[in-house]
């Protein structure tokens, strides 16, 4: 947990931006391909609509909108970022594509990475973000959350094929002061035991190479998931590391303004929401339009909420973020937005 001294500069989160593919989705839609409907999706997961990247749009143009949405509230020169971090789990280059959102931004200062922690990837990101920040000397970070999960989807299979969507969201942090931090304690964890509860793995296939040699075949299987084990894990460890969160941090759940939530099934934040007796107006929410969209749910659904005004300075939010690995994570932000 990070636990500031005042000797130590603290981070504030000064801009936001997001951006979605324009096709859409609809269940209805979905029902054309699949045994499905849309009353059946809505009851199991509060998802409507989904937006999927189209033929003249890629993740990397997504990030680089929602990374110069971002930097423009912070209100900053592009040459001022010192670092940019991708969270993804689906690169439009395997070798990293975040170098690439770098030269596009014109960010030409900033030292740019991809991080891989699938549906926690943001969460686990803005974390490194502030290390950097905090302890060497960088003054200035976007963090990104994209992931396009239609390219890795059975669309033949009802259980998962109706979850997922693609998106992108960003956040500006900035070194500040110690009294004006605004990360105040996270929680990390991982879980490899159950790992195969959700995966993307590579293809097994094996081509000849030569005489009695051959080759893996590059190449990677539909998203695999345990959905009743993925919700079981969710509803039982977010509510679990929250907890432990907020006592450590000795901060009443009455004190938080919003709860920020991966947004994976509507009755997990639901479910949450009730463990800690928090209205679900207070219960940030778009699942509804763009379902399961990885590591961009939560700066996606922030970036909306800090632009129609719901979050507003020196709000308290409480963020969690869980999936596969399994991995998971927590914590305490307060939104500070542009100077």
Request: net charge negative; aromatic share 6%.
């Amino acid at each position: 947990m990070l636990e500031p001294s005042r000797n130590v500069p603290g981070i504030a989160l000064v801009g936001s931006g997001s951006a979605v593919p324009s096709q859409t989705l609809s269940n209805e839609e979905l029902g054309l391909r699949v045994e499905t409907n849309d009353s059946w999706i809505r009851e199991r997961t509060g998802i409507a609509n989904r937006q999927i990247i189209g033929k003249d749009e890629t993740l990397t143009s997504l990030c680089c909108k929602a990374g110069s949405l971002a930097i423009q509230m912070a209100g900053w020169e592009p040459e001022s970022v010192d670092l940019i971090i991708l969270a993804t789990s689906t690169p439009d280059d395997l070798f990293g594509t975040g170098p690439e959102i770098q030269g596009k931004l014109g960010a030409t200062n900033a030292v740019a990475f991809d991080l891989t922690a699938a549906c926690s990837g943001f969460l686990f990101a803005l974390v490194t973000a502030a290390q950097f920040i905090k302890n060497g000397d960088m003054n200035r970070a976007i963090v990104i959350g994209a992931d396009q999960l239609s390219s890795w989807i059975d669309w033949d299979d009802r259980r998962s094929c109706i979850l997922f969507g693609d998106g992108a969201g960003a956040v500006a942090l900035e070194k500040t002061s110690y009294e004006k931090n605004g990360l105040l304690s996270f929680k990390l964890k991982s879980d490899g035991r159950k790992r195969n509860c959700l995966n993307l793995k590579q293809s097994t296939d094996h081509l000849s190479l030569v005489k009695d040699k051959s080759h893996q075949k590059g190449s990677y299987l539909p998203i695999q998931m345990n959905g009743q084990e993925v919700y079981k894990f969710a509803v039982k460890e977010v509510p679990a590391i929250l907890d432990l969160l907020l006592k450590s941090s000795n901060i009443e759940s009455s004190s938080i303004d919003w709860l920020l939530l991966h947004q994976a099934n509507q009755r997990i934040l639901d479910s949450v929401a009730d463990r800690f007796s928090i209205p679900h107006e207070k219960v940030l929410s778009n699942l509804s339009e763009y379902g399961n969209t990885s590591a961009a749910t939560i700066p996606l659904m922030l970036d909306e909420a800090v632009r129609d005004g719901r979050i507003n300075t020196n709000n308290l939010i409480a963020t969690s973020g869980f999936g596969a690995g399994l991995s998971w994570g927590a914590a305490l932000l307060r939104w500070q937005g542009p100077s």
